[in-house]
């Protein structure tokens, strides 16, 4: 099982860069990762998601080293909208019953 | 509208009665999950159906029942509730069969058992 580990919490304050780190150690070659943003009372929301090398949308960049036993999403200028959860996943549908959502890393932005 | 819709919203039961979540797309994506979120944890895959009339167990099946008759409906069944059962349920969908496709997820019911 690709199982993830992420940091529990982690603040930051308006403007500034966030970074936040997973690591899955037994990523499988077909394995993708993938981040979702979580707002209290909403569902999941997908932000990116990456196989290799790095990824750059409208709201996020996605890291992942030549080894991929982690992933870094880094969230540009945060704003007090950030202030979510996060969690990365390790997914491949071929195994679709091993689709595992960690606990997150529950962001808070300050002022 | 289109998306993912989930109904009820919001229910309430007694221990030992039968109770059946709603989840229904409107685009016609292959994949489709159902998750349970309890409070201050993560999400855990309950049943995923790959299309209709294919259906599988993920991480935490037991106590859940699902169907998928139509492409676009993947009902849960929880057969005989228990109050360890109370959470909050997030049925999701998915486009592809192949690795990597992105999941949406629908606003989820909130369920307590009492």
């Known amino acids: 099982l690709a199982k993830t580990t992420q940091p529990i919490s982690m603040d930051s304050y308006e403007g500034q860069e966030v970074n936040i780190t997973c690591s899955h150690n037994n990523i499988a070659t077909n394995d993708y990762i993938t981040w979702y943003q979580q707002f209290p009372s909403q569902g999941p929301r997908f932000i990116i998601q990456?196989?290799?090398t790095k990824v750059t949308n409208e709201v996020a960049s996605l890291f992942i080293p030549a080894d991929r036993k982690s992933s870094t999403l880094s969230l540009p200028r945060v704003s007090l909208s950030d202030t979510a959860v996060y969690y990365c996943?390790?997914?491949?549908?071929?195994?679709?019953?091993?689709?595992?959502f960690g606990s997150g890393t529950r962001l808070s932005i300050r002022p | 509208d289109a998306g993912i819709t989930q109904s009820p919203r919001y229910k309430i039961t007694e221990t030992g009665r039968q109770v059946t979540l709603m989840c229904h797309q409107t685009w016609s994506h292959s994949y489709m999950f159902w998750y349970r979120q309890d409070l201050g944890h993560g999400l855990r895959l309950i049943y995923y159906s790959a299309a209709a009339d294919i259906t599988d167990k993920g991480e935490v099946p037991d106590g859940y029942v699902v169907s998928r008759s139509k492409t676009e409906n993947f009902p849960l069944t929880l057969e005989s509730a228990t109050r360890s059962q109370t959470s909050v349920y997030f049925c999701?969908?998915?486009?592809?069969?192949?690795?990597?496709?992105?999941?949406?997820f629908g606003p989820g019911t909130r369920l307590l058992v009492l």
């Open positions: 999701a969908s998915s486009e592809s069969e192949t690795g990597g496709e992105t999941q949406y």
């Open positions: 990456g196989y290799k």
């Open positions: 996943l390790v997914d491949t549908y071929s195994s679709a019953s091993k689709i595992i």
